[in-house]
């Protein structure tokens, strides 16, 4: 498959996402809001086309932002989707102290970040 056949087959892929989602074509008037509430539904989903059209959707809502909401955009990324420091900091603790593979497991699923 060449990479134009792949593109457009994910394209298409998206697209029948967006029809089963039915997601505006237009900007919102809260589009931060918007683009907040749809990074929280990706990363809860488990269908590929519905998840591809969602992403596909917060990409195109992120390039539209304004200049002063990218870096709260990133705040907002960071803050609501990143590992839970304090879980990371006990598990590390506790395989400072006991490099098991236990607590190898309990540190690297703790490290992981929100999907």
């Known amino acids: 498959m060449s990479g134009i056949s ?8 998206a697209d029948r996402g967006r ?13 931060f809001a918007q683009l907040t509430a749809m990074c929280r539904d990706l990363v809860s989903q488990k269908g590929e086309a519905r ?19 990218n870096l ?4 907002m990324m960071q803050n609501d989707f990143s590992a839970d420091r ?7 603790e ?3 102290k006991d ?6 497991a309990v540190l690297t699923h703790a490290s992981e970040p929100v999907r």
Request: proline share 8%.
């Open 6 to 13: 792949v593109r457009s087959w994910i394209s298409s892929i």
């Open 19 to 31: 029809e089963l989602l039915d997601l505006p074509l237009s900007t919102p008037q809260d589009q």
């Open 51 to 69: 998840g591809t059209a969602i992403a596909r959707e917060v990409v195109r809502m992120w390039e539209n932002l304004p200049d002063e909401d």
């Open 72 to 75: 709260r955009f990133f705040q």
């Open 86 to 92: 304090a879980k990371v900091t006990k598990a590390a």
């Open 94 to 96: 506790a395989f400072a």
């Open 99 to 104: 490099p098991s593979e236990p607590n190898l």
